[in-house]
Nanobody, 123 residues
Framework: QVQLVESGGGSVQAGGSLRLSCAASGYIAGTNSMGWFRQAPGKERERVAI????????YYDDSVKGRFTISQDNAKNTVYLQMTSLKPEDTAMYYC????????????????WGQGTQVIVSS
């Protein structure tokens, strides 16, 4: 089992920045990837960024590429999402996830989830 706890959400004006943190505990050595998803009201949950824990390789959704950066601190068992140049359309509940995998029907999901942290971007 892996437990994930997010922090760092909040309200910010468009153009601003936030850094989300995800502290992981439990059987972390067994995870192959960690990432962030988000879900806006009335929309499906979507993957934002993923980091492969062994290689450090990263991938971003086109909507955040160049603005968001995912990183990991292995000593602290923590994954971060640095968000810059925030837009109102980035407003959503952000979820940390571990062991991401693609769905057969399309999109991605994960084996482990955090409880979410709210990000609100005002114009």
């Amino acid at each position: 089992q892996v437990q994930l706890v997010e922090s760092g959400g909040g309200s910010v004006q468009a153009g601003g920045s936030l850094r989300l943190s995800c502290a992981a505990s439990g059987y972390i050595a067994g995870t192959n990837s960690m990432g962030w998803f988000r879900q806006a009201p009335g929309k499906e949950r979507e993957r934002v960024a993923i980091i492969y824990t062994t290689s450090g390789g990263t991938y971003y959704d086109d909507s955040v590429k160049g603005r968001f950066t995912i990183s990991q601190d292995n000593a602290k068992n923590t994954v971060y999402l640095q968000m810059t140049s925030l837009k109102p359309e980035d407003t959503a509940m952000y979820y940390c996830a571990a062991d991401l995998f693609p769905r057969r029907a399309g999109g991605w999901t994960a084996k482990y989830w955090g409880q979410g942290t709210q990000v609100i971007v005002s114009s």
